[in-house]
């Protein structure tokens, strides 16, 4: 998950220094199913993490668990709210702050600033990491949710309105934020994904750095003289994406190119029912092999907060990819440089079917997103911006 990657991105950066690192974490980590393994623990501290400290208590999942269930599907808890920081997980991290001292808090989410003051530490000695603005995102999966019908998906079965890039236009939108933004511009130094976050919290006093996702770049040796591809978890954006694509883009893609196929990976494909030209493959163990092959990737995902990491991880295996303006705003992509922008679902047309029959600007616009993704979202830069930013832009020793 997105979310995790960048996590990781974060502790490599940090275990650059000479710091003594400390890791805390509930039992289920954002987005995951499943506890900390001993590996991932003994992963951690391989990159240099002195401890990992673990918090596990069935209480706090029953409360959490609750706490949903009040909400229901309305998707507007608030910070505090025990979904987020259950009251003994508060408490256990309270008491682990105090037991260690640190120097310095590194927080993910602005969801975990009650954790903050249970550890009595003055926000503006805190850092604070904002993959997602958390309340506007549930806000918006929530309205996704409620509209979609019970898996597996088709795109007859779904309403319309579902499937309108303005669905995210509304008013319920509009002020889910403004809480969680305040409590932003509180802290000493907040990194920020996305540069149109990064300048809300910015106009509110914040001193905030935007600082998008980075990546490794994948093995060179690109056939791309397959299928399209999508790579996408089971997320309701994912979900009302790829429903657009093959509701909006797909029957006069293959009506024009009868040969048109895209290759569905990850969780989603297998809550997506049968579609003509659309050929699901599961979890793919290696997803490196699949994008070497692939001609081109799509982002039909027109919601959600942050970046979407799935459009800098193609580009870093050198596929072109076709995006929707709105999350190609938070991208590295150039229009026609390095891949493809599209404001409709004529153009998404459009820009497949050129893609699908041109290789040469396969290649070209390939190579260009891999050398993009190489030189301006290098890992080890990015490390070393971290770092500078937390010598530099905060008053923490």
Same mark, same amino acid.
């Given at each position: 998950?997105?979310?995790?990657?960048?996590? %990781?991105?974060?502790?490599?950066?940090?275990?650059?220094?000479?710091?003594?690192?400390?890791?805390?974490?509930?039992?289920?980590?954002? !987005?995951?199913?499943?506890?900390?393994?001993? *590996?991932?623990?003994?992963?951690?501290? *391989?990159?240099?993490?002195? &401890?990992?400290?673990?918090?596990?208590?069935? $209480? !706090?999942?029953?409360?959490?668990?609750?706490?949903?269930?009040?909400?229901?599907?309305?998707?507007?808890?608030?910070?505090?709210?025990?979904?987020?920081?259950?009251?003994?997980?508060?408490?256990?991290?309270?008491?682990?702050?105090?037991?260690?001292?640190? =120097?310095? /808090? %590194?927080?993910?989410?602005?969801?975990? =600033?009650?954790?903050?003051?249970?550890?009595?530490?003055?926000?503006?000695? @805190?850092?604070?990491?904002?993959? =997602?603005?958390?309340?506007?995102?549930?806000?918006?999966?929530?309205?996704?949710?409620?509209? $979609?019908?019970?898996?597996?998906?088709?795109?007859?079965?779904?309403?319309?309105? %579902?499937? &309108? $890039?303005?669905?995210?236009?509304r008013p319920e939108f509009e002020d889910a934020s403004d809480r969680e933004i305040e409590v932003c511009s509180m802290y000493g130094l907040c990194f920020c994904i996305s540069s149109r976050e990064a300048e809300r919290i910015r106009a509110r006093g914040g001193n905030v750095v935007h600082l998008p996702m980075s990546m490794a770049c994948g093995p060179v040796g690109n056939s791309r003289d397959g299928a399209a591809i999508l790579a996408a978890g089971p997320n309701a954006f994912n979900a009302q994406g790829c429903l657009w694509f093959a509701s909006k883009v797909l029957p006069s893609l293959r009506a024009r190119?009868?040969?048109?196929?895209?290759?569905?990976?990850?969780?989603?494909?297998?809550?997506?029912?049968?579609? !003509?030209?659309?050929?699901?493959?599961?979890?793919?163990?290696?997803?490196?092999?699949?994008?070497?092959?692939?001609?081109?990737?799509?982002?039909?995902?027109?919601?959600?907060?942050?970046?979407?990491?799935?459009?800098? *991880?193609?580009?870093?295996?050198? /596929?072109?990819?076709?995006? /929707?303006? #709105?999350?190609?705003?938070?991208?590295?992509?150039?229009?026609?440089?390095?891949?493809?922008? @599209?404001?409709?679902?004529? #153009?998404?047309? #459009?820009? @497949?079917?050129?893609?699908?029959?041109?290789?040469?600007?396969?290649?070209? /616009?390939?190579?260009?997103?891999?050398?993009?993704?190489?030189? #301006? %979202?290098?890992?080890?830069?990015?490390?070393?911006?971290?770092?500078? @930013?937390?010598?530099?832009?905060?008053?923490?020793?």
């Amino acid at each position: 998950m997105g979310s995790q990657v960048r996590a %990781l991105e974060l502790v490599r950066a940090l275990c650059g220094t000479s710091h003594e690192i400390h890791l805390a974490s509930g039992w289920n980590p954002p !987005d995951s199913g499943s506890g900390w393994p001993l *590996e991932a623990m003994d992963a951690m501290r *391989e990159l240099g993490v002195k &401890d990992v400290h673990v918090h596990r208590s069935r $209480l !706090d999942d029953l409360l959490g668990w609750a706490s949903r269930m009040m909400v229901g599907r309305r998707g507007n808890a608030p910070i505090g709210a025990w979904r987020f920081t259950p009251p003994g997980q508060v408490r256990w991290f309270g008491r682990l702050a105090k037991r260690i001292r640190p =120097d310095l /808090l %590194l927080m993910n989410y602005s969801v975990s =600033d009650p954790m903050v003051v249970a550890a009595g530490f003055d926000r503006k000695r @805190c850092v604070l990491e904002t993959h =997602d603005l958390v309340l506007l995102n549930k806000r918006m999966v929530a309205s996704v949710e409620r509209a $979609l019908p019970p898996p597996p998906y088709h795109p007859e079965a779904v309403p319309r309105e %579902l499937l &309108d $890039l303005n669905w995210f236009h509304r008013p319920e939108f509009e002020d889910a934020s403004d809480r969680e933004i305040e409590v932003c511009s509180m802290y000493g130094l907040c990194f920020c994904i996305s540069s149109r976050e990064a300048e809300r919290i910015r106009a509110r006093g914040g001193n905030v750095v935007h600082l998008p996702m980075s990546m490794a770049c994948g093995p060179v040796g690109n056939s791309r003289d397959g299928a399209a591809i999508l790579a996408a978890g089971p997320n309701a954006f994912n979900a009302q994406g790829c429903l657009w694509f093959a509701s909006k883009v797909l029957p006069s893609l293959r009506a024009r190119q009868p040969d048109f196929v895209l290759e569905l990976t990850g969780a989603l494909s297998g809550k997506v029912a049968p579609i !003509d030209g659309v050929v699901p493959m599961g979890v793919v163990p290696d997803l490196a092999e699949r994008y070497l092959q692939a001609r081109f990737a799509i982002c039909p995902v027109f919601g959600g907060t942050g970046q979407q990491v799935k459009i800098v *991880e193609a580009m870093a295996h050198g /596929l072109a990819v076709v995006a /929707l303006a #709105e999350p190609a705003r938070e991208s590295p992509i150039v229009h026609g440089v390095n891949g493809l922008v @599209c404001r409709d679902e004529s #153009e998404f047309a #459009e820009a @497949c079917l050129a893609l699908w029959n041109d290789p040469d600007m396969r290649r070209r /616009l390939g190579e260009a997103a891999r050398e993009t993704v190489r030189t #301006e %979202l290098n890992v080890d830069k990015y490390a070393a911006r971290v770092r500078g @930013c937390l010598e530099s832009r905060i008053q923490w020793k």
